[in-house]
């Protein structure tokens, strides 16, 4: 069964553009979550999709927004680029109502912004 | 504001050793305690979780232990290895339908043969 997929792998961009995310959760999954994984942060919650609704942001400013469509594949789009949203951006994914709330991880975009 | 206060930052242990990180939380609005281990370039996969009506849970060399009063719960790893080389995260989500969680900023944990 195939693992929750990100798409790009790698992504450079300047300031001021505009980036977009993808990512395909595991099947049968319909939650699917954004973290933004920055050097010595951690991982800080960026927003949560269930059933094609947000429901729940993390405190990113309005500029990260995505949304989730009907397969349940979701999109990230970051708009006017800084340099600190250099980072890596990992999506996850878990079922409806996860039994011990297991989320799993793809592997990740790294996003580079100059 | 960090809610979830992870230690150390990086740890070296000897192969054999036992490996042990600590976390400590602040709301006591917590329901489930998971602990995530990523390896370079990989995301981060479940390792072991407890919930706060249990004080301690051993899955094979990882032990998560719980303390409810002190609102703390860590890590050990028995026997450490190699392969056990990684970043370990805690983590703690709300309870209630928000189901966000709440993450530790990391443990870098090199195990030397």
């Known amino acids: 069964e195939a693992g929750v997929t990100q798409s790009p792998t790698h992504l450079i961009k300047t300031r001021g553009q505009q980036a977009t995310l993808r990512c395909s959760p595991i099947?049968?999954?319909?939650?699917v979550y954004w973290y933004q994984q920055a050097l010595g942060l951690g991982l800080q919650f960026l927003l949560w999709?269930?059933?094609?609704?947000?429901?729940n942001r993390g405190n990113f400013p309005p500029r990260f927004s995505g949304r989730q469509f009907p397969n349940y594949s979701s999109e990230l789009n970051v708009n006017a680029l800084e340099l600190e949203d250099s980072a890596l951006y990992l999506c996850?994914?878990?079922?409806?109502?996860?039994?011990?709330?297991?989320?799993?991880f793809g592997e990740g975009s790294r996003l580079t912004v100059l | 504001q960090q809610q979830v206060k992870q230690s150390p930052q990086s740890l070296i242990v000897q192969k054999g050793g036992i490996s042990i990180i600590n976390c400590a939380y602040e709301?006591?609005?917590?329901?489930?305690f998971p602990w995530y281990q990523q390896f370079p370039g990989k995301g981060p996969a479940l390792l072991i979780a407890i919930r706060p009506d249990v004080s301690e849970k051993k899955e094979g060399r990882f032990t998560i232990s719980f303390n409810k009063s002190a609102k703390q719960f860590s890590l050990h790893i028995m026997d450490s290895q190699p392969g056990d080389s990684a970043t370990y995260f805690c983590a703690a989500r709300r309870a209630g339908n928000n189901r966000k969680l709440i993450w530790g900023l990391g443990t870098s944990l090199a195990v030397n043969p």
């Open positions: 709301n006591t609005a917590f329901d489930y």
């Open positions: 099947s049968g999954h319909t939650s």
């Open positions: 996850a994914s878990s079922l409806p109502d996860p039994v011990g709330g297991e989320l799993f």
């Open positions: 999709y269930d059933e094609g609704e947000e429901r």
